[in-house]
């Protein structure tokens, strides 16, 4: 029955299932399976995904172990309270393809369905987990500098993006060092030419040194001061991965400096949050990315709503319905915040660990090597391949060993 359907009315149908049922409909006939595979179906569902807000999974981190939970089925407006006896709101361990030579990974960044990861070996790879498929970066040394025999490398973070102008996949690194005036080494993977570069220094330090950089609008954003002394301005400086160059985002006037500033996603918009210790936090939003009186408030949360802490607040996610705000406080609690009735609901998810990091990525049909076809550079090579198998042997002799 289904191959006398006009094509359209079989791709609209398709369209509307989950990824894991799609993988299932790609081995229906030889037409699904080139209907599923094609680009434009793939660009398709993904932006049904992110217009629908459905097919999204929260990835928590803690240590070297990935939980995921599936944001679908927390995510309705007509669903009953989360509360600590909800059967239906539990974690899943999640196996990942990256060795671990010591007790920690680190969540890169995500976007359209793609998460990078890294470990304690610098190694770092492009994963799609819905596909169950990854690839590994060509390795890019970090060149250390030292002053008197001691290495004055302070932070390392990454951000990934990507270029729809180009179709290109990008991910930055960004090495800090310590030391007046400030100093940094800046490299650009694009998974296009499958190849990193080394580009502009960046004249701004980060404020917070385990930051990842967020991405919205083709840029990757952080919260940055020009010098490290008190009382000094705190930037938004954006990245941008078209242009390939820094600068700084206008931030609304109504702040002063009683105020923390850093930065989130929401829904492929830019968000600022304000955090004032005794007073509680402010999520500002730029509904038209770049034009500084775009900022509006979009909501604010008292201290006495949530439980006390020293840290920040970032939304995460809309519900389904769009009635509701996925935040995360600190890196220990989740709670919901309804934009309508102003109100706080806590979350308990079974299996939760006691802090994590998390990471929203889309379920989507991306391929981690979709970027070669049409490109004239090859997969990594059995050269490439030996070296950083060496690179990782150079790293474990030193006296790191493998958590099993």
Not at 251 to 268: A, C, N
Request: net charge neutral; hydrophobic share 35%.
């Amino acid at each position: 029955m289904a191959e006398n359907l006009p094509f359209e009315i079989i791709n609209e149908i398709l369209l509307r299932l989950p990824v894991d049922a799609l993988l299932r409909c790609r081995c229906v006939s030889k037409r699904w399976h080139f209907l599923i595979d094609n680009p434009r179906f793939i660009s398709q569902q993904l932006a049904r995904s992110a217009r629908s807000h459905s097919n999204q999974t929260l990835f928590f981190r803690h240590k070297s172990v990935l939980r995921t939970l599936d944001l679908d089925s927390l995510s309705r407006d007509d669903s009953p309270p989360a509360d600590a006896s909800s059967s239906c709101a539990a974690l899943e361990e999640i196996n990942y393809p990256l060795m671990c030579y010591s007790d920690e990974i680190k969540l890169l960044g995500s976007c359209n369905g793609l998460i990078c990861l890294s470990n304690a070996a610098d190694d770092v790879i492009i994963w799609n987990p819905s596909l169950k498929k990854h690839r590994f970066l060509p390795y890019f040394s970090i060149e250390g500098r030292k002053s008197c025999g001691i290495s004055l490398l302070s932070v390392c973070v990454y951000g990934f993006g990507f270029v729809h102008e180009s179709d290109d996949y990008k991910l930055l690194r960004l090495v800090e060092y310590i030391g007046q005036p400030i100093e940094s080494d800046v490299c650009l993977y694009s998974m296009r030419s499958n190849s990193w570069r080394r580009i502009q220094d960046l004249p701004y330090s980060l404020i917070y040194p385990r930051k990842m950089g967020v991405f919205v609008h083709r840029a990757l954003h952080w919260v940055m001061t020009p010098e490290l002394v008190p009382d000094s301005p705190n930037y938004i400086v954006g990245f941008d991965l078209e242009a390939e160059n820094f600068g700084l985002i206008p931030q609304p006037d109504v702040l002063d400096k009683s105020f923390e500033i850093d930065v989130s996603d929401l829904d492929g918009y830019l968000c600022m949050v304000a955090n004032n210790r005794n007073y509680g936090v402010d999520v500002w939003i730029m509904n038209e990315y770049g034009l500084k009186d775009s900022w509006a408030k979009l909501f604010s949360i008292p201290q006495s709503d949530v439980p006390r802490t020293s840290g920040f607040m970032w939304p995460l996610a809309y519900s389904q319905g769009g009635g509701r705000i996925l935040v995360q406080q600190d890196k220990k609690n989740l709670f919901w915040y309804d934009i309508r009735q102003k109100e706080v609901e806590r979350i308990q998810i079974q299996g939760m660990p006691s802090s994590f990091e998390t990471q929203v990525c889309l379920r989507s049909l991306v391929p981690v090597d979709y970027r070669y076809r049409g490109s004239d550079k090859k997969k990594p090579s059995a050269k490439e391949d030996k070296e950083r198998t060496k690179k990782r042997d150079d790293f474990l002799s030193v006296g790191f060993k493998l958590v099993l």
